[in-house]
T-cell receptor
Framework: DAGVTQSPTHLIKTRGQQVTLRCSPK?????VSWYQQALGQGPQFIFQYYEEEERQRGNFPDRFSGHQFPNYSSELNVNALLLGDSALYLC???????????????FGSGTRLTVV | ELKVEQNPLFLSMQEGKNYTIYCNYS?????LYWYRQDPGKSLESLFVLLSNGAVKQEGRLMASLDTKARLSTLHITAAVHDLSATYFCAVVLMNRDDKIIFGKGTRLHILP
């Protein structure tokens, strides 16, 4: 049973460029959340997708956008990259709204983005 | 706005010792998670605590939740080197299941 898979694992981009990160949720999960984790910090919530729509968004600018496909996989797009966007980007999947008794969220291994 | 604070942020301890990591949060929540993260790796789920007074144990780790005090603890008993990692608590906003807020993490270094 495959867990959450993310691609690519590492990426180096130049300031001003655009990047797309991909996530396939765990089998049976239909909800995908994205987090940004800067070095030495806790993950910060970017947004969540369910039924191909953005349900909830954290305090991130519009340069960060996403998409969810009918097969529940998701993409995170970041435009006009800044040096400060360098971080580990984590994808987490869950089954609908995480319910009591569920472990809730399964995290992928992340994509390490470096902006130079 | 929900804030989650962990302390200490860094802890160095010797094998065989006991210690506790604390997680305080600022508003009402009905679910709290503890995660482990090894360097360069993703987050591994350790515990989910759902109600006041909940206590869960796995090996040398035990987590508890006091919703009235808005406090969770992660207790380490007779630490071993393999427990060296960063530990995060994460809290779900009440009635807002789709957003979890993480603390900054506690970096635990256990000396052999």
């Amino acid at each position: 049973d495959a867990g959450v898979t993310q691609s690519p694992t590492h990426l180096i981009k130049t300031r001003g460029q655009q990047v797309t990160l991909r996530c396939s949720p765990k089998s049976g999960h239909d909800t995908v959340s994205w987090y940004q984790q800067a070095l030495g910090q806790g993950p910060q919530f970017i947004f969540q997708y369910y039924e191909e729509e953005e349900r909830q968004r954290g305090n991130f600018p519009d340069r960060f956008s996403g998409h969810q496909f009918p097969n529940y996989s998701s993409e995170l797009n970041v435009n006009a990259l800044l040096l400060g966007d360098s971080a580990l980007y984590l994808c987490a999947s869950s089954r609908g709204v995480a319910r009591q008794g569920d472990y809730g969220y399964t995290f992928g291994s992340g994509t390490r983005l470096t902006v130079v | 706005e929900l804030k989650v604070e962990q302390n200490p942020l860094f802890l160095s301890m010797q094998e065989g010792k006991n210690y506790t990591i604390y997680c305080n949060y600022s508003t009402t929540s009905d679910r709290l998670y503890w995660y482990r993260q090894d360097p360069g790796k993703s987050l591994e789920s350790l515990f989910v605590l759902l109600s006041n007074g909940a206590v869960k144990q796995e090996g040398r780790l035990m987590a508890s939740l006091d919703t009235k005090a808005r406090l969770s603890t992660l207790h380490i008993t007779a630490a071993v080197h393999d427990l060296s990692a960063t530990y995060f608590c994460a809290v779900v906003l009440m009635n807002r299941d789709d957003k979890i807020i993480f603390g900054k993490g506690t970096r635990l270094h256990i000396l052999p």
